[in-house]
């Protein structure tokens, strides 16, 4: 399993490769999208963070918090980056470098990414989750439960890469 920012990084960049670069909203939404079609079809989780129900829609807050400072424009290319985290046995900070992303995960991304890639508003995708149960069904600035997701696309697999 991946963090969401690996995940996020993998994303930005890939937008690029295929010059479709995206906006700190549509990350959000492709996170979530992501996330849900790791569950369906790998059956497990792409990465560990939760996802909150937004005004706008599904959210990562990590990612978000990280990317906000580029607003509505797109997020530049990512260069790879270093996390510390502090290791309570040996009292110490680690750092430790980001995972690069491979398949089965690194497929199911870029599936994702192309399925998205000629939505140039981000707003479309959303009214998309907004007319999707997963959203829906959860309160404002509530986790959306990963079971809920798995199960509503599982049954409604033409709504995740639609």
Same mark, same amino acid.
């Given at each position: 399993?991946?963090?969401?920012?690996?995940?996020? =990084?993998?994303? @930005?960049?890939? &937008?690029?490769?295929?010059?479709?670069? $995206?906006?700190?909203? +549509?990350?959000?939404?492709?996170?979530?999208?992501?996330?849900?079609?790791?569950?369906?079809?790998?059956?497990?989780?792409?990465?560990?963070?939760?996802?909150?129900?937004?005004?706008?829609?599904?959210?990562?807050?990590?990612?978000?918090?990280?990317?906000?400072?580029?607003?509505?424009?797109?997020?530049?290319?990512?260069?790879?980056? =270093?996390?510390? @985290?502090?290791? &309570?046995?040996?009292?110490?900070?680690? $750092?430790?470098?980001? +995972?690069?992303?491979?398949?089965?995960?690194?497929?199911?991304?870029?599936?994702?990414?192309?399925?998205?890639?000629?939505?140039?508003?981000?707003?479309?995708?959303?009214?998309?989750?907004?007319?999707?149960?997963?959203?829906?069904?959860?309160?404002?600035?509530?986790?959306?439960?990963?079971?809920?997701?798995?199960?509503?696309?599982?049954?409604?697999?033409?709504?995740?890469?639609?």
């Amino acid at each position: 399993m991946y963090t969401a920012i690996e995940v996020a =990084k993998y994303v @930005i960049n890939y &937008s690029h490769d295929i010059n479709h670069p $995206i906006s700190n909203l +549509k990350l959000q939404k492709l996170l979530y999208y992501i996330q849900a079609a790791s569950l369906v079809e790998s059956g497990h989780k792409c990465f560990e963070e939760p996802i909150i129900a937004w005004e706008f829609g599904p959210v990562v807050e990590e990612a978000y918090q990280l990317y906000k400072e580029y607003g509505r424009s797109d997020i530049p290319r990512q260069n790879a980056f =270093k996390k510390m @985290i502090f290791d &309570s046995q040996q009292m110490k900070i680690v $750092i430790h470098e980001s +995972k690069d992303i491979v398949n089965p995960e690194k497929g199911i991304i870029e599936k994702v990414v192309n399925a998205y890639k000629n939505i140039l508003n981000p707003f479309e995708l959303v009214k998309k989750t907004h007319q999707e149960d997963p959203w829906k069904n959860t309160d404002i600035n509530q986790e959306i439960e990963c079971s809920v997701i798995k199960e509503f696309y599982r049954r409604n697999s033409e709504k995740l890469y639609a």
